[in-house]
């Protein structure tokens, strides 16, 4: 069962994971990134692509569900404008063993951080500045690959 | 025609999210969309003066700039993506 969603809403982490317990798997393991307090960010502006970006999350969830014996992902990643502190995005899944679970969540957190269209702005007193792509989250998702 | 969206600080560049265009004779994959809409200048200029800090995406899979687009209905550009 697979679970995308791009929205402007926050979510309730408990609530999905209790949805993911619900199946009866016996490990579901999850990430949930969220607006940094430091830096003296006072809020993050996401932007989309609407259409490709929910079709590219969804290829990222039907990849871990071929690629692990899953019985259910949730991918959740919110748009619009964010305070300090405020969830950006969800990531669950479900399986009998832990270590699918485990693995399906790294593997959808980095590839979505290279594979999906989004792009983050952070807004400082002082003013607002691109946030750039890292290498870093480059390699991350190279292991995957 | 041809839809071009632009996102990001494309978008601010070229001030707007998107246009519509006739297709342009000469121009067959999105790295000659890109130089044909960078001959525009001003803030066009500005956002496609360097392809190699943009990505592309035709009909809404990501694509090389070699990518021909003579049969596309939609291409977007815009930086490297940020996400999660």
Known sequence: ?145 | MLDILYFAWVRECVGKASEQIDRPAGVSTALDLANWLAARGDGYAEAFVDPSRLRCAVDQQIAPFSQDISGAREVAFFPPVTGG
């Open chain 1, 1 to 145: 069962m697979i679970t995308v969603r791009v929205q402007t809403e926050d979510f309730d982490a408990g609530a999905e994971l209790a949805l993911l317990e619900k199946g009866g798997a016996g490990a579901v393991a999850s990430f949930t990134g969220l607006v940094r307090a430091d830096d003296g960010i006072e809020a993050m502006s996401l932007e989309h692509y609407p259409g490709m970006t929910e079709a590219a999350l969804l290829a990222l969830a039907d990849n871990a569900m071929t690629r692990w014996p899953l019985s259910a992902v949730t991918v959740i990643h919110r748009v619009g404008r964010l305070t300090a502190g405020a969830r950006i995005v969800f990531v669950g899944a479900a399986s009998l063993h832990r270590a699918a679970a485990l693995e399906a969540c790294g593997f959808l957190i980095d590839r979505l951080k290279t594979d999906a269209p989004f792009w983050k702005q952070e807004h400082h007193a002082e003013g607002s500045r691109w946030v750039e792509a890292k290498a870093d989250d480059d390699t991350a998702a190279d292991r995957w690959r």
